[in-house]
């Protein structure tokens, strides 16, 4: 048995550290917290000082009886969570809950999973940090009393199922606001003007008016000024210029990044950063510094000017700006610099590549440029043209790395050609485009990040979980609109002529940014209007600077959980009992049929229009919203449209048709099969014919091509390419086949090579317990059990994992069983009547 017991958090952690260590230390992993507050009540004692009532979960109890065993044997224990305030609550709590002997129990920290890191930090353990156990402690519960006090309110003046937080409340508010910047917003148009001029040369360059015309009428009298102009170069200045590398990524800086660059979502980004950290190849990817250590600054520099020669290499320090930051981590960074590029899973090699190209970048020169800014005079007007350009003198860090940029406006300057100063230029043509006032851009993932961290809201660890908790609580979505179509005209002067087109161009394409719901807006608005303290951007900063203050040790965090309490707890009160019930109603009009009030709000089920109120005498009438419908923006003629739903085409081969809105969009209903409509069909449009057509395809596609074993093979095409089904079993046919015209022999081949695959892909199979270990996709494995299904990491070897493993992996990945409800009994179900 080993003398030492190291615990970290994941198995893929221990694995590598293990490595390191050597045979007298066993290293675990805790699989993350062991305790936490109970599912099923507040768990904080309010009404006294605010002591959390933790608890290990069922998922949990197995790991915990596992180490506690272990620690007993153990000569020293070792608790090696990461060094940040989640890292540090999970080492008390190991240390609570598995009642280790203080004098057998060291912490150690590292923010690389190398070997000299390691190593360095067995040689200097220290104790738990208190204070950072307190300012995580302060987090949970305050956090905890806002969702838990706040959400039963919402369920009963909104809707039920609903959620509220204190950060993800606060993100969301900044979505709607400027949902509603947008909507609110009026284009305007105006002409800008572009020029191309010859030199003397002919070489060729652009330039522009650093001016606008606000009409049509002025910009073509503008054009028709500079018909029978010469012009000259009247100013020409050359200045020297230098750009500076950025900073090395913090946690935000590359969520904003990955998604600029790699196209990564916020929750992707951090995933992949985990592997990289896990594995040994980055440092720690939780932090909120721009810092390299020494011992980083020196691997740089000497790889750069091994790799691109001393005139690269300046070595420097970086200081941050984000509000608050915590913990005094590094930035994230290579664990070596002469690692380029790495062999491993794709999408994580392409981050460790953004990641190493930024830090060694911002230990290199900067970038020499010359900057030309040249004026150009006409001989009929006194406006003046202008020409930007810019060249490279010296490459420096733009040798590795330029960042990238979240505005959508900016132009790059280009080279211009040699020129002097009175030098006669030949006008190609001018041009007066109609431009239009963009509205406010809508948040993406990563723009969201940068808003918060600006207001100093959240922090490293809460970024990527809040952004996907308000989409997965449907408060907001990711945008699907492709665009529309827009006019605008354009004149042009070309040999002493204006010509006037009328040219087309797509806009307000909102794939991938943040739009919020119906749900979102109306949830935001009921608590800016009873909570608005709570949704104040400078108290939810304030909360973290808090946070702050009880990490160094300087705020005790019961006091600030009184202080909040104090305030808080009465408004709850107050909004419960006395509160209008909000569903975001708004009225559009009158049924002309009856003359009932016509309006959209949220139902029970969802966004509807509603003919009628509770107080006519007949029922209400009610239609759902499509998918792509909003409570805000619906108009009368589209909220009238809907009860012409369900609409009866006739009859096919003696069945109903009928078109229809679904959960999930239009469809025709046939018989008992469904087919959906193509993108951008209006179901109101469609007629018999058009349905007839669309179910011929759906019963082509579905018609089986082949039958092997006596199972019909079907084939069609999903969003990953070609495919056959066979035994409900989907097999990829790739470009070695002839997708349309495939041979029995063909299908055959594919059904046989997909069932070996999926026989060699089994490493372990303990039938008597339903629980296998399989190969997955990147050299990764998954353990299995039913509808529980967990992948393990890459350096995880699984070739000697025992059952007693498995289920223990299977145990901590497991979803939380619901307690039965118990039954009323007769007596609560129906109370005796009072006597009078």
Known sequence: MAKNLVIVESPAKAKTIEKFLGKDFKVESSFGHIADLPSKELGVDVDGDFKPKYEVSKDKKAVVKKLKDLAKKAEMVWLASDEDR????????????????????????????????????????????????????????????????????????????????????????????????????????????????????????????????????????????????NFKVADLQKKPAKKSPAAPFTTSTLQQEASRKLYFSVSKTMTMAQRLYEAGLITYMRTDSVNLSDEARKGAEAEIKDAYGSKYSKPRNYKGKAKGAQEAHEAIRPTNFATHSVDIDRDQ?????????????????????????????????????????EVITFDGFLKVYLEGTDDEDVEQDGMLPAMKVNETLLNNYITATERYTRPPARYTEASLVKKLEELGIGRPSTYAPTISTIQNRNYVEKGSVEGEERNYTQLTLKSGTVKDVTLTEK?????????????????????????????????????????????????????????????????????????????????????PKTGKQVS???????????????????????????????????????????????????????????????????????????????????????????????????????????????LPVQKGKGRFGPFI?????????NKKYDWDNLSDEDIVELIETKIQKEIDKVIHNWEDEGIRVEKARWGRHNVLKGKIKVELPKTVDVSEMTLEEAKTIIEANAPKKKTPAKKKTAAKKKAPAKKK
Do not use: C
């Not at 209007?529 to 104040?536: A, G, Q, R, V």
């Not at 419960?576 to 909000?582: F, I, L, S, T, Y």
């Not at 409509?677 to 109101?684: N, S």
């Open 86 to 229: 989640e890292g540090e609550a999970i080492a008390w709590h190991l240390a609570e809950t598995l009642k280790l002997d203080k004098d057998k129990t060291k912490r150690i920290v590292f923010h690389e999973i190398t070997k000299d890191a390691i190593l360095k930090a067995i040689n200097n353990p220290r104790g738990i940090d208190y204070d950072l156990v307190d300012a995580q402690q302060a987090r949970r519960v305050l956090d905890r009393i806002v969702g838990y006090e706040l959400s039963p309110v919402l369920w009963r003046k909104v809707k039920g199922g609903l959620s509220a937080g204190r950060v993800q409340s606060v993100s969301v508010r900044l979505i709607v606001e400027k949902e509603r910047e947008i909507q609110e917003f009026t284009p305007e148009a105006s002409y800008r003007i572009d020029a191309e001029f010859s030199n003397e040369d002919g070489q060729t360059f652009k330039a522009k008016l650093p001016k606008n015309f606000s009409t049509k009428a002025k910009a073509q009298k503008f054009l028709e000024q500079n018909a029978t102009a």
């Open 349 to 389: 090699a392409r981050l460790y590549d953004l990641i190493w190209k930024r830090a060694i970048a911002s230990q290199m020169s900067e970038a020499e440029l010359e900057r030309t800014n040249v004026k150009i005079s006409a001989s009929t007007h006194n406006e003046t043209f202008t020409a930007n350009g």
């Open 507 to 591: 806009v307000g394409s909102d794939k991938g940014k943040l739009v919020p719901t119906d749900i979102g807006m109306i949830v935001t608005d009921f608590l800016v209007n009873h909570f608005e303290h709570i949704l104040d951007y400078n108290f939810t900063a304030k909360v973290e600077a808090d946070f702050d203050e009880i990490a160094e040790g300087n705020e005790d965090w019961t006091k600030v959980m009184k202080s909040f309490y104090k305030d808080f707890h009465p408004v709850v009160e107050d909004v419960k009992e006395n509160a209008d019930r909000e569903s975001g109603e708004r009225i559009l009009g009158k049924d």
């Open 600 to 710: 959209v709000r949220l139902g029970r089920f969802g966004p509807m229009v509603q003919i009628g109120t509770v107080d006519d005498e007949e029922k209400p009438q009610f239609a759902s919203l499509s998918p792509d419908q909003q409570l805000n923006s619906i108009t009368y003629e589209e909220a009238m449209d809907l009860f012409q739903l369900p609409k009866t085409l006739g009859e096919y081969k003696g069945e109903e048709v009928q078109v229809n809105n679904g959960r999930f969009g239009p469809y025709v209903k046939f018989g008992d099969a469904f087919v959906s409509l193509p993108k951008g069909v209006d179901p109101l449009s469609v007629e018999l014919d058009d349905a007839i057509v669309l179910i011929k395809e759906k019963q082509k596609a579905d018609a089986p091509i082949y039958m092997y074993k006596d």
């Open 725 to 733: 089904k066979w035994n409900n079993m989907f097999i990829n046919v």
